[in-house]
């Protein structure tokens, strides 16, 4: 199907039908899911040889496995035999797998090793044609991605600028991040909602959690005090915003507020306060507060709270959300259990925040039932033709507001591109093409200027 009528980024319109549409749902498997870089597990995940934990591509149950070398491999949970998991635990430890319909037998590279009375009733055992689907895998940082396409651009390459930006997120520390607590929940919405509004929209926070920011203020000292001198310059950044907005090639997305994201917690607002000289030292000073919310395209969002997380698509009328807090490892215990509990509070199931964005992502979905509901284009519109290049200080293409869609509309142009089918080599061409273009018109303008033009190179 083309949907190139129902996206456009550049008038910042785009119709509903994407959200509802059954047949669009079945392209993005194919187009966007078995064909992107997807989130899989950490390496702290899987400390011993051995140690395995599932997750998803799109629809498809992946096994991820700590190898007795050390190294990590990754393969489809799915007997070759008759398609049944070949492990239906989420996680463990295991010498080898074994389906539990026939018995088959896989160990932990998903290599077949043993079928029962497999030398009487087969002519020969093909150890590559019998062997579980692996998956191509990458290590950002121990952070482990895979896809089933081989053609698909290296993961760095599939970051570009965005790997500066993720470093904000992920590297402020040495020795990165841990798993303090997971959730996992469904939701009857669209996927996508939960990927454009971490690549994009800060804007809804002053309004859809305005409830949750007052819940959370610390109490003053006495009945005739005001709240806490440091809580109530992290609200004042929702009510007098300034920032910025990212938008990648690729789809990723990112947006923070010039001062970092509000918390109102404070053992989190010390600790970050307190070690803001070293995060300067370790990544520059530039990126001590560039980190609010992101998502990789196609669904691995992040938060400035340690909030990690993927959205599996579940048809097009539900996703399933997979959320993990990670902690800084040298972070002390009382902040590790901090983190733990703000996850909770904030963006669990039942967290104030996430039950603030279920309902809107809820409402949307059922609006969008309706035949006009559908026809009329929403409206992406927010810091539309203000994108410049390396601009203060910022690598890559950037709006000069938090309150932005170019996030969202760099997402949906990416979208686009992956859904109209072209193999990566003219995906990755088009957009070189595209940015040479953009940055020459912005050059002439008086904008920054342009990096050398590769494809005049």
């Not at 035999?81 to 492990?87: E, K, Q, T």
């Not at 983190?339 to 039942?350: C, E, G, K, N, V």
């Not at 994108?387 to 686009?416: F, K, Q």
């Amino acid at each position: 199907m083309d949907v190139s009528h129902l996206i456009d980024p550049d008038r910042g319109l785009i119709r509903g039908e994407i959200f509802h549409s059954q047949a669009i749902y079945e392209q993005e498997l194919e187009q966007i899911f078995a064909r992107s870089w997807i989130f899989l597990a950490h390496d702290k995940m899987l400390p011993q040889p051995g140690d395995f934990i599932q997750n998803y591509i799109g629809e498809d149950p992946v096994l991820v496995v700590r190898q007795p070398d050390g190294s990590v491999r990754a393969f489809l949970n799915q007997c070759r035999h008759r398609g049944m998991r070949i492990c239906r635990a989420d996680r463990g430890n295991a010498r080898n797998f074994m389906c539990s319909f026939h018995g088959w037998n896989y160990g932990l590279d998903g290599d077949v090793i043993n079928i029962p009375h497999g030398e009487a009733i087969y002519d020969a055992v093909e150890r590559a044609e019998f062997r579980a689907t692996p998956v191509r895998l990458a290590n950002y940082k121990g952070f482990i991605f895979g896809t089933w396409d081989a053609a698909a651009p290296a993961f760095e390459d599939y970051l570009g600028d965005f790997a500066w930006y993720f470093d904000a997120y992920i590297d402020r520390y040495e020795g990165g991040l841990e798993v303090v607590g997971m959730h996992k929940w469904v939701l009857p919405a669209n996927w996508k909602f939960n990927a454009e509004q971490p690549a994009s929209d800060m804007y809804h926070g002053e309004v859809s959690h305005a409830s949750a920011f007052q819940v959370m203020v610390p109490p003053p000292k006495d009945a005739h005090s005001p709240p806490p001198d440091w809580a109530m310059r992290q609200l004042g950044q929702l009510s007098n915003p300034s920032g910025f907005q990212f938008a990648s090639p690729y789809g990723h997305g990112n947006g923070w507020f010039a001062g970092g994201m509000p918390t109102m917690n404070e053992t989190i607002y010390r600790w970050q306060e307190a070690t803001a000289a070293q995060v300067a030292a370790r990544l520059g000073p530039e990126r001590v507060l560039s980190a609010g919310h992101a998502n990789i395209f196609p669904n691995f969002m992040m938060l400035s709270n340690y909030t990690f997380r993927v959205t599996h698509p579940r048809g097009p009328n539900e996703m399933e959300i997979w959320a993990w807090s990670m902690a800084p490892v040298a972070a002390p215990a009382e902040v590790k259990e901090a983190i733990r509990l703000d996850l909770l509070r904030t963006f669990s199931p039942a967290g104030m925040f996430e039950q603030d964005d279920a309902v809107n992502w809820e409402e949307e979905q059922r609006i969008l039932r309706g035949h006009m509901a559908r026809k009329a284009p929403l409206i992406y519109k927010q810091m539309l033709g203000r994108a410049r290049y390396d601009a203060d200080g910022l690598p890559g293409r950037t709006v000069p507001h938090v309150y932005a869609e170019e996030g969202a509309r760099g997402m949906y142009r990416h979208y686009m591109d992956m859904m109209s089918g072209a193999p990566w080599p003219d995906l990755t061409r088009r957009k070189q093409q595209r940015e040479d273009a953009e940055r020459r018109a912005l050059a002439a303008q008086g904008q920054p200027p342009a990096k050398p033009d590769a494809a005049a190179a």
